[in-house]
């Protein structure tokens, strides 16, 4: 069993930064990418940013110079630094991770955190 669980979302104003974190505790053997999704009501998920277990990133267009994912791997947690906030960044917003256990390999997702941006 894995548990992804994130923090740091809230209210913040326009301009300003909030960093979300992701932990991933369980029975995990590696973990190989591991990203950020956001959400809202009545839309599709869509991907913020990734990182591979080696540190390399992608970025969606909309956040690219204004967001930074980084990961530690040695407790198994991805953090995302938000800074320059807008209130179109207002969402849910969920870790994504790609675990290798003993008996699978398989995504898992946290259970949201809300960022709200006001203007």
């Known amino acids: 069993q894995v548990q992804l669980v994130e923090s740091g979302g809230g209210l913040v104003q326009a301009g300003g930064s909030l960093r979300l974190s992701c932990a991933a505790s369980g029975s995990i053997v590696s973990i190989n990418a591991m990203g950020w999704y956001r959400q809202a009501p009545g839309k599709q998920r869509e991907l913020v940013a990734a990182i591979s277990s080696g540190g390399s990133t992608n970025y969606a267009d909309s956040v690219k110079g204004r967001f930074t994912i980084s990961r530690d791997n040695a407790k198994n947690t991805v953090y995302l630094q938000m800074s320059s906030l807008k209130p179109e960044d207002t969402d849910v917003y969920y870790c994504?991770?790609?675990?290798?256990?003993?008996?699978?390999?398989?995504?898992?997702w946290g259970q949201g955190t809300q960022v709200t941006v006001s203007s």
């Open positions: 994504n991770a790609e675990v290798n256990t003993r008996w699978n390999s398989r995504g898992y």
